[in-house]
């Protein structure tokens, strides 16, 4: 989906990425430090469930009465996704009068696009008030420009496993130790399900900063149950409800949430808030049921149609986790997905959920680094799956739906930028 906003933006700094603080530190010095003034943040790292823990908080938060700023990227369709002030998605002319005034500061000189949005975040978050900040970590953590909050009100880490190793590193410990670079001393981190190895490089990092931690299956604990799932932490023991997002790992993420509200005395959220929260809360392109719309339309009669945004093995896994369950009918997916992925490692652990099901592959449009879709389809095909290339998602659900019999299950995973660009934006 062709976005102005971005195309804007990618002008200030040839490169998406370039990992330093120092620009962004910079540029909020001149804008008069508004990170100083933000009410208390509760900042998040990871590599998969980010955005799921800023959900689940945001809906907590918000059933017991509270305000948030909420910082989150990508986006699926419109940049203003990523800024929310008081709960509100930022509205078009205030996003471009606080970018015109981070313009205006750095008077051309050379900044990245992430750099500059998170500058204009705290401009925005620094001038509205609310009871909280939920920021999520761009990339990394370390030198992520989001790290610039030397006093957060706590530090979240959700599970660490292995992507982005061109900017992170190639081993996990790398990785983690990249991801615990968001830990401060003396704010609590609330530490999800994690490897041994990631687990014990987040906790030497804490340890060296004196950072207090609360650690998933040592301080807190969440497990699934008929009726939904129970939380127990050092103070709270709760039974609670399903969420509403869909999928095992959301039960982890939930609690992750959890953990966090009981580890903050300034926020009172009771169990019935909490409650509320794990209802009503939303996060598109992560295991979405999609119920309408022209690609809903174009399918045969019993079929449904599913949307994710996985895309790393690690996500993988858990996306398999998820089909596991669905054997009711058989399922097959649309896939596309971005060069830097491990493509052949995510199906491999998707293929024993598919077994008899078709895939077609395609090239995410719009997308940096793109996979093609036939070198795509090879990678599928390496593990034993039914792989072609399709020329759009269109015509790969034309064609999957064509050669097989009704009812299935359509799922279409492999990229945000796909469940955006190509799939939410079509399908209205």
């Avoid at 009068?97 to 500061?105: M, N, R, S, V």
């Avoid at 050379?110 to 978050?125: K, N, Q």
């Avoid at 199906?347 to 077994?355: E, G, H, I, N, Q």
């Amino acid at each position: 989906m062709d976005d102005p906003l971005a195309r804007r933006l990618a002008r200030l700094h040839p490169k998406l990425i370039d990992f330093s603080l120092d620009r962004v530190r910079d540029l909020l010095g001149r804008l008069g430090d508004p990170q100083l003034a933000l009410p208390p943040v509760i900042h998040v790292a990871g590599t998969n469930g980010k955005g799921s823990t800023v959900a689940f908080l945001r809906a907590m938060l918000e059933a017991a009465g509270l305000t948030a700023h909420v910082y989150t990227s990508p986006h699926l369709m419109r940049f203003n996704e990523r800024i929310r002030v008081a709960g509100k998605l930022i509205d078009d002319g205030a996003l471009m009068a606080l970018l015109d005034e981070c313009e205006a500061e750095l008077d051309g000189e050379p900044i990245t696009f992430f750099e500059i949005t998170t500058a204009a975040a705290f401009l925005a978050f620094a001038r509205r008030s609310a009871d909280a900040v939920l920021m999520e970590v761009g990339l990394g953590g370390r030198l992520d420009a989001t790290n610039v909050i030397d006093r957060p009100a706590a530090t979240l880490i959700t599970p660490v496993a292995m992507d982005h190793m061109g900017y992170l590193g190639d081993t996990l410990a790398l990785i983690a130790g990249e991801k615990a670079g968001i830990l401060k001393p003396g704010s609590p981190a609330i530490i999800a399900r994690q490897t041994p190895q990631a687990g014990a490089v987040i906790e030497a990092r804490a340890g060296a900063l004196a950072a207090p931690l609360y650690r998933f299956g040592r301080d807190w604990r969440v497990a699934e149950t008929p009726a939904g799932f129970a939380f127990e932490g050092r103070r709270w023991r709760l039974e609670l409800p399903p969420p509403a997002l869909a999928g095992r790992h959301q039960i982890d993420n939930a609690g992750t949430a959890i953990a966090t509200l009981e580890v903050l005395d300034q926020f009172r959220v009771p169990p019935e808030a909490i409650a509320r929260g794990l209802a009503s809360v939303e996060w598109p392109g992560r295991l979405q049921h999609l119920r309408y719309g022209p690609l809903v339309a174009a399918l045969p009669p019993g079929w449904e149609l599913w949307l994710d945004g996985a895309h790393n093995p690690h996500a993988g896994e858990m996306l398999a986790d998820f089909l596991a369950g669905w054997r009711d009918r058989p399922v097959h997916l649309i896939v596309g997905m971005q060069a830097t992925k491990d493509a052949a490692e995510f199906f491999r652990l998707l293929a024993p959920a598919l077994a008899g099901g078709l895939m077609r592959a395609v090239t995410v449009p719009n997308a940096p680094a793109a996979l093609d879709a036939t070198e795509l389809a090879a990678a599928a095909s390496s593990v034993g799956l039914d792989a072609r290339p399709a020329a759009s998602v269109a015509a790969a659900l034309g064609e999957i739906t064509a050669g097989a019999p009704a009812p299935a299950r359509l799922l279409i995973c492999g990229s945000l930028y796909l469940a955006g660009n190509a799939v939410l934006a079509e399908n209205g």
